[in-house]
């Protein structure tokens, strides 16, 4: 029989082969927008042309909503958030009893923490479900703020300050675990610092962080003075209740009234690179580097409120266009065997992270057989050259897409509720009834459902079938 140390020696030695995980999310990250890419010379994206040089980058990588709130379940379940509900910002929910991601890393015996930006929709609170500690997060330092998150203000002082204004500008403390923490500072270097901190902590066995940074999203010159002045912006004042009503403020906030707006936003985007570059050098220093999987995605596509570039993609966050849902995803984990460098063309999801990541640490295929997201590893390694789906769907109550192979059908089921996205938000959503072949037409700038009415007939009696197979 194998002596007590020997077997404690084999289980200490299949720990050590076992992989850390690293999830960063950006928020709201245009797909043109990182300098490997060669697209715009103003971009600068050294760390994360480094992580893509170092990893596997997919092209064709979708989430599950095109803003933030269902997105973030979709890829926190591995499932359709439609099943329970979930379709856009006010009636979205991290699900009581929907297994998360985190819950199920837990339950492998691995040390979980979540930084940054928890954002789930109605369940965002100390008691429900999208609260960090309730769904499977050991260790914790985030906000609630809701959509927005303030790039530098966040103590009871603050909230003081801003009065009546604190809510809009995401003024208020953040959270750390159960309790609420003043903060005074630039929101992206701290979740850095403390994404190092949670890792240097939990190193002695495996870990799984979620790191989601509240960058890119606008409003980006809430700057630190020193980078102002380095980059010669200027700064500019949040909003007051003096000023006048908010939504004649905040249109002179967004694209294409914000002077200067792309230079903030890139601004904001080095920032975050230098972060992950923080990160990946860390690694190397603890010798973490080579057994530790790591994601870089976008909740969402880039948006037109942060002067995002989706290029060559049409459209925007808030919308079905693959702008609006076709983001970056680099994975990168050289003793997994993910090859340095490679690109991949396929349809891949948000949701196969979950079975992706399990399996690759040896979780039973228990724990994520409820998935609608497939194991994506194959695929990510070249071993296989089938993307993990055929077709995918997407719901927003509103306007509704499905992607079947090449084609891609976009609708609107109603126009009312485009008022505030065109209205607000200056994105352009569908009108009508469109369809596109991907494959020709990537940009969808040709709209063939007139030319082509039985693949319109097929793809809605799909998305149909799709749908009402949600309650099973």
């Known amino acids: 029989m194998m002596s007590m140390l020997a077997a404690s020696m084999a289980m200490a030695t299949a720990a050590s082969q076992t992989p850390n995980v690293i999830l960063i999310v950006a928020d709201d990250h245009g797909y043109a927008d990182r300098s490997i890419l060669g697209i715009h010379s103003e971009v600068r994206t050294p760390n994360l042309d480094r992580l893509a040089r170092e990893g596997t980058s997919c092209e ?38 929907v297994p998360t991601l985190a819950e199920k890393m837990r339950d492998q015996g691995y040390a979980t923490g979540f930084i940054g930006k928890a954002h789930y929709g109605t369940t965002d609170k100390p008691g429900g479900r999208g609260f960090p500690p309730n769904h499977g997060y050991d260790e914790s330092f985030f906000s609630m703020c809701g959509g927005r998150v303030h790039y ?56 799984y962080l979620h790191l989601a940074f509240n960058a890119v999203h606008n409003f980006a010159w809430q700057l630190p003075p020193e980078e102002l002045k380095k980059r010669g912006l200027p700064n500019r004042n949040d909003w007051m209740p003096s000023e006048g009503p908010y939504l004649d403020w905040y249109d002179n906030a967004i694209m294409p009234n914000l002077e200067r707006g792309r230079e903030y936003y890139l601004a904001q985007l080095e920032l975050m690179d230098e972060e992950i570059g923080r990160l990946l050098d860390y690694l190397d220093k603890t010798g973490l580097a080579n057994n530790t999987i790591i994601v870089y995605m976008s909740d969402n596509g880039g948006s037109t409120c942060n002067f995002a570039d989706n290029t060559p993609l049409r459209g925007t966050k808030y919308t079905l266009y693959e702008g609006g849902i076709r983001v970056p995803l680099i994975v990168r984990w050289p003793k ?58 997407w719901d927003c109550g509103f306007q509704i897409a499905v992607r079947d192979g090449d084609w891609k059908l976009y609708k609107i089921a109603n126009e009312q509720q485009l008022r505030y996205v065109t209205d607000t938000e200056h994105a352009s959503p569908a009108h009508g009834t469109e369809l596109y072949n991907l494959k020709d037409d990537p940009g969808e700038k040709v709209n063939l459902a007139e030319a082509h009415p039985e693949i319109v007939a097929k793809l809605e009696k799909k998305f149909d079938a799709w749908k009402a197979g949600l309650s099973k």
Request: charged fraction near 25%.
């Open 152 to 207: 530098m203000h966040h103590s009871k002082k603050a909230v003081e300050d801003y009065g009546k204004a604190a809510s809009q500008m995401a003024v208020e403390p953040l959270w750390q675990n159960r309790e609420k923490f003043d903060f005074e500072g630039f929101t992206t270097w701290e979740f850095g610092k403390r994404a190092r901190d949670f890792i240097e902590s939990n190193k002695a066995k495996p870990f």
């Open 60 to 97: 064709e990588f979708y989430v599950t909503a095109p803003v933030c709130n269902p997105s973030r379940c979709g890829l926190l379940t591995g499932q359709y958030q439609e099943r329970w509900g979930s379709y856009w910002f006010g009636n979205t929910k991290l699900a009581d009893g």
């Open 336 to 393: 997994g065997g993910v090859p340095a460098g490679a690109t991949r063309n396929g349809m891949v999801s948000s949701m196969d992270l979950m079975p992706t990541l399990l399996k690759a640490v040896k979780a039973p295929k228990s724990a994520y057989s409820q998935c609608d997201g497939k194991d994506m590893m194959p695929f990510l390694k070249g071993r296989s050259k089938s993307s993990t789906h055929k077709e995918l769907y």
